[in-house]
Structures are given as C-alpha cells and as structure tokens.
C-alpha cells in the first residue's frame, strides 16, 4: 500500500524556518518525481514545488522562491521542504504528493494527509 | 503567469449529469487533470491527461479538453460525489490549479 506520511508542521515566528519532511513507503520513491503542494484556511489549492525522479531538476512556485528548497533522499525515501523567511501568508496545511512517474509534469496519483503550518507572532 | 478558471460552485440533483468546467488560454494543448477533495480530507485524483481514470474511481467520472477549455463530467451523480474539484496543469515548469469548484448534490 502506497502511503505518505508528513511530519515536522508547527507554529514558527514570521522570518524564521521551519524543515518538512515525508516519509514514503509502498512503492519505488527513487522512480517517481515528488511535490508539495499547501492548502490556506479556507482557501483552494497551491502548487509549491515539485522534484523530478532522478533528483537532477527542482522547481519552484513564484511565492517561494528563493525561500523553499525541495530534496529527496532516495537512500531514506524521504521527501523534504526546507522553509526559510516564513510569512505569514505560509501558513497552510502541506501535502507531499507523488507524481504518476518520474517526470515532474505529471498529475499527482497519491497524497499524504497534510501537516499544519502556521506563521504567526 | 498563467491562471486556470473554474466556476465556484455548481448544484446537482442526485443521478442527473453534472459538469465543472476550467477555462485556460489555450489549454486543450495541454494535459489537464481534476482531483476531488471532501471535507477535512486530502486530495483524491479523479481524472488525468485530460481523460483517464485511475483505478478506483467510478466510470461516471470523464473528463475532456478542447480550446481553452477542460470539463469534468460526473453521469448520474451520487450524494457521496458532493466534495470540491480542482483542476491542474503544468506551464512550462509551474503546477498550477484552479480556484475550485464546490459542488453540492442537492
């Protein structure tokens, strides 16, 4: 069975950082691209960054740039997000998401259950 | 930067046809994907490369994609199809979503 699992979520102050992580298990991590995507209260959904299969190519949305950094550990099966400057318009829920193959523009065929981000003094 | 249009809400009746459109410049040359999301749960992939189904999801769901539009299609809607939809394409490199479509099964 195919799950993901997000850890790491909390409360952080405006500017400072904050490490996801998610565990996968169930299929072959190193074959598939990875993302992660955030959801704001209320509010629809956000592509944040995605991670091709092999690692070698990394993207990122406009509103993260230069802030978030994507990696994967193959080795571990585990999908990370570092978060620098955190704003509070950060604050979400954050799903890793895994991708039908190991190319990065490809629909998301499974999700993790989200871990809670919150930005705020 | 690109942006994808859905309408914000959409009613049904139970077993009648139900569609959620999503409007994109140009977006029937891309690949186009919906994922339905319930209350207080994660996100579930319905449709993928426009209309594909993955394994476990009913075959009252299609999907379709010409022009600058792409159309989720529910036939003979269930109460349990009450959730919001998402559609998503890609860009060049950028993932990008719809709005969301809450559809309520009256």
């Known amino acids: 069975e195919v799950k993901l699992l997000e850890s790491g979520g909390g409360l952080v102050q405006p500017g400072g950082s904050l490490r996801l992580s998610c565990a996968a298990s169930?299929?072959?991590?190193?074959?598939?691209?990875m993302t992660w995507v955030r959801q704001a209260p209320g509010k629809g959904l956000e592509w944040v960054s995605s991670?091709?299969?092999?690692?070698?190519?990394?993207y990122n949305g406009d509103s993260v740039k230069g802030r978030f950094t994507i990696s994967r550990d193959d080795s571990k099966n585990t999908l990370s997000l570092q978060m620098n400057s955190l704003r509070a318009e950060d604050t979400a829920v954050y799903y890793c998401?895994?991708?039908?193959?190991?190319?990065?523009?490809?629909?998301?065929?499974?999700w993790g259950q989200g871990t809670v981000v919150t930005v705020s003094s | 930067s690109y942006e994808l249009t859905q309408p914000p809400s959409v009613s049904v009746s139970p077993g009648q046809t139900v569609s959620i459109t999503c409007s994109g410049d140009?977006?029937?040359?891309?690949?186009t994907c919906w994922y339905q999301q319930k209350p207080g749960q994660s996100p579930v992939l319905v449709i993928y490369?426009?209309?594909k189904r993955p394994s476990g999801i009913p075959e009252r769901f299609s999907g379709s994609n010409s022009g600058n539009t792409a159309t989720l299609t529910i036939s003979g809607t269930q109460a349990m199809d009450e959730a919001d939809y998402y559609c998503?394409?890609?860009?060049?490199?950028?993932?990008?979503f719809g709005g969301g479509t809450k559809l309520t099964v009256l």
């Open positions: 490369q426009d209309n």
């Open positions: 991670i091709s299969g092999s690692g070698g190519r990394t």
């Open positions: 140009k977006l029937g040359n891309k690949n």
């Open positions: 998401a895994k991708g039908r193959s190991s190319k990065e523009k490809e629909a998301f065929d499974m």
């Open positions: 998503q394409t890609w860009d060049s490199s950028t993932g990008v």
């Open positions: 169930g299929f072959i991590f190193s074959s598939y691209a």
